[in-house]
């Protein structure tokens, strides 16, 4: 059974530095074509991708946000953490992670399992 | 980045009546050389997170139940409620896993008239 759980701060301030941590069971991220995603979702609003980090190291981040993201993981503790830099009030929103279906090749990304989320509010 | 927008934003709909649901996707995301669409549809209640409900555009997801059903091809896709279920008040989004980034529509929320 695999599950994903969302961890961090809850509120932020502007320009300082978030750091969530997905904590997930049910596969590894040493297995051949696994992959772990975060989204983001505003009050309200749509789905909005940010980043994926598969099993092989390979990354990738949304273009619009990527000089402001990493993506890391800690296998031996079946976590994938993100850090999202000069935080700003726009970027409140609920952020989830989730384990990414292997359909084809890493740029083929299909969310299968979803973390509740956590909402992540940025406010002075 | 492709482009998918939903059709209608909100939708009424009365319980056992049909619900369809329209995405549309601003370049193809078929794939020839395996005959796939690579859309997906998901659910999303009040303070849940989205669950997957169908992939490669018409297959359901497992335990999904069998009055939901996608078809189209290529950049116009349906979602379809045949009955509509109280249960099935929620927001549904589309996205394209064709390639990255992978996007999702602005989402249609649906609701008993």
């Known amino acids: 059974q695999i599950t994903l759980k969302e961890s961090g701060p809850t509120l932020v301030k502007p320009t300082q530095t978030l750091t969530l941590t997905c904590t997930f069971s049910?596969?590894?991220?040493?297995?051949?074509?696994?992959?772990v995603g975060w989204i983001r979702q505003p009050p309200g609003k749509a789905l909005e991708w940010l980043a994926v980090?598969?099993?092989?190291?390979?990354?990738r981040y949304s273009p619009s946000l990527k000089s402001r993201f990493t993506i890391t993981k800690d296998t031996s503790k079946n976590q994938v953490v993100l850090t999202l830099t000069n935080m700003d009030p726009v970027d409140t929103a609920t952020y989830y992670c989730a384990h990414i279906r292997r359909v084809g090749g890493n740029s083929n990304v299909l969310f299968d399992y979803w973390g509740q989320g956590i909402l992540v509010t940025v406010s002075s | 980045d492709i482009v998918l927008t939903q059709s209608p934003d909100s939708l009424p709909v009365s319980l056992g009546e049909r619900a369809t649901i329209n995405c549309k996707s601003s370049?193809?995301?078929?794939?020839?050389?395996?005959?796939?669409?690579?859309l997906a549809w998901y659910q999303q209640k009040p303070g849940q997170p989205p669950k997957l409900l169908i992939y490669?555009?018409?297959s359901r997801e497992s335990g999904v139940p069998d009055r939901f059903s996608g078809s189209g091809s290529g950049t116009d896709f349906t979602l379809t409620i045949s009955s509509l279920q109280a249960e099935d008040v929620a927001v549904y989004f589309c996205?394209?896993?064709?390639?990255?980034?992978?996007?999702f529509g602005q989402g249609t929320r649906v609701e008993i008239k």
């Open positions: 980090d598969y099993w092989n190291d390979d990354n």
């Open positions: 049910g596969f590894s991220l040493t297995t051949y074509g696994v992959g």
């Open positions: 996205q394209q896993y064709y390639t990255t980034p992978p996007t």
């Open positions: 370049q193809s995301v078929f794939y020839s050389s395996n005959n796939k669409n690579y």
């Open positions: 490669w555009a018409s």
